[in-house]
């Protein structure tokens, strides 16, 4: 078992030196304005990488999946109606968690490999004429299929509707990551986690609430304890939580948020663009799929490769890891066998991926599968030395 190399997992992603040490903190008193210096920007920090002047950030001790139960238990009540796709193993979830809590969900199957269906939303929102439909669920970038779909298309489709519905994103694998927007695309509520682009151990669950999402919560029925977010707000007014928070994840997110800024969102999003490029080169290279139906769906943050009828996917993930040492992810739910994910978020330079690739490559030959080793790395070595960021061409 090696721990040097890097991890091709959608999460949770790999984990820059100075964050792990950020993380890694005495212990001091979580009442003590000590903790509010930590606190207060780390939540600045989160609300400048959702883009937003006028969202309200909260942090809790859990996961992405616990930001989805805090988003739908502070704003709905039960009975109230949702609008949903399924096109994946992470809207299937949210679908499921909804319908847990007496909430009814109006599904529209859309197809794995497809992006969120606007059209559809657009007619469905339209037909709603007494505005049942409380709030739209997106997400924005479907971890199981690799495939980001349009959320301002989503908005686009309430707008053209004139309906009042909340639009509520899971950007769960996009956030930090790749392009979003929160105000821009008039964003209700945004969800991550820790684990993905802020490039952290799990263990927090974020979330941006706009002001029409915090006047919900006057009228919300659905049980709340740990979540609710009245008590969380109230403890962040005296540099506290409701509870004990994690403090060196805190610690963490602060100096994530600072890591990102500094390098600037836009070229985060174009250094996880290149390093996606060479991946899907070599994918192409290699004479395989992608799942993900069309280019404007692909991921930038994870790729979801079909592998030949008959052949077992997931044999190529336990063979990388136990041949290797190197993690890659398995299908899950409806392309579960079919596909092996190539996760490419986070703490990632083009060299690292070129040894995920090369990883990948041997395994496939290991496994008699018909690919010539070398042919994928090339075609990304292609891509990466042709698309260097501005500042590296220029120190050429
Ligand atoms: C990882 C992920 C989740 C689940 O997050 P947890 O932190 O594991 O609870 C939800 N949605 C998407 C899109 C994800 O990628």
């Known amino acids: 078992m090696s721990f040097q190399n890097p991890v091709f997992i959608p999460g949770p992603t790999n984990m820059p030196e100075v964050l792990r040490k950020a993380v890694d903190m005495p212990t001091l008193d979580h009442r003590s304005p000590l903790f509010g210096?930590?606190?207060?920007?780390?939540?600045?920090?989160?609300?400048?990488?959702?883009?937003?002047?006028?969202?309200?950030?909260?942090?809790?001790?859990?996961?992405?999946?616990?930001?989805?139960?805090?988003?739908?238990?502070?704003?709905?009540?039960?009975?109230d109606k949702v609008l949903a796709a399924r096109n994946g193993m992470f809207s299937q979830r949210w679908i499921d968690m909804c319908q847990r809590h007496g909430l009814k969900v109006e599904i529209v199957e859309t197809p794995w490999g497809a992006g969120l269906p606007?059209?559809?939303?657009?007619?469905?929102?339209?037909?709603?004429?007494?505005?049942?439909?409380?709030?739209?669920l997106a997400t924005h970038n479907e971890t199981a299929t690799?495939?980001?779909?349009?959320?301002?298309?989503?908005?686009?489709?309430?707008?053209?509707?004139?309906?009042?519905?909340?639009?509520?994103?899971?950007?769960?694998?996009?956030?930090?990551?790749?392009?979003?927007?929160?105000?821009?695309?008039?964003?209700?509520?945004?969800?991550?986690?820790?684990?993905?682009?802020?490039m952290l151990p799990a263990g927090l669950a974020i979330v941006g609430f706009s002001p029409k999402a915090m006047a919900a919560l006057e009228t919300a029925k659905l049980p709340r304890t740990f979540f609710d977010v009245r008590d969380m707000a109230k403890g962040y007014a005296n540099n506290a939580y409701p509870y004990t928070p994690?403090?060196?994840?805190?610690?963490?997110?602060?100096?994530?948020?600072?890591?990102?800024?500094?390098?600037?969102?836009?070229?985060?999003?174009?250094?996880?663009?290149?390093?996606?490029?060479?991946?899907?080169?070599?994918?192409d290279a290699w004479g395989l799929k992608l799942c993900a139906q069309s280019p404007d769906l692909y991921s930038d943050t994870v790729s979801a490769i079909r592998t030949p009828e008959g052949f077992n996917a997931t044999s190529i993930v336990t063979r990388a890891a136990d041949a290797y040492g190197v993690a890659f992810g398995v299908g899950l739910g409806e392309v579960a066998g079919k596909v092996f994910r190539i996760g490419h978020l986070g703490?990632?330079?083009?060299?690292?991926?070129?040894?995920?690739?090369?990883?990948?490559?041997m395994v496939m030959v290991d496994l008699g599968l018909d690919i010539k080793l070398g042919s994928g790395v090339a075609a990304a070595q292609q891509v990466y030395r042709t698309s260097l960021p501005a500042a590296a061409k220029a120190a050429a």
Do not use: C
């Open 118 to 136: 606007a059209d559809r939303y657009e007619e469905i929102l339209t037909d709603d004429k007494g505005h049942e439909i409380k709030v739209v």
């Open 37 to 79: 210096q930590i606190l207060h920007p780390a939540l600045a920090g989160v609300k400048k990488v959702l883009k937003s002047e006028t969202a309200t950030i909260f942090v809790f001790p859990s996961t992405g999946t616990g930001g989805w139960e805090t988003a739908l238990t502070n704003t709905l009540s039960a009975g």
């Open 246 to 283: 994690a403090v060196g994840l805190l610690n963490g997110l602060k100096m994530a948020s600072d890591m990102l800024l500094a390098e600037g969102l836009e070229n985060v999003f174009a250094r996880h663009h290149r390093i996606a490029s060479g991946v899907r080169a070599a994918v």
């Open 146 to 198: 690799g495939v980001r779909s349009d959320i301002k298309a989503v908005r686009r489709a309430l707008d053209a509707a004139n309906h009042p519905a909340m639009l509520f994103v899971d950007g769960v694998s996009s956030i930090g990551s790749m392009d979003f927007r929160m105000d821009e695309w008039g964003v209700d509520i945004a969800v991550t986690g820790s684990q993905k682009g802020f």
């Open 347 to 361: 703490s990632l330079t083009d060299v690292m991926m070129l040894s995920g690739i090369a990883t990948v490559e």
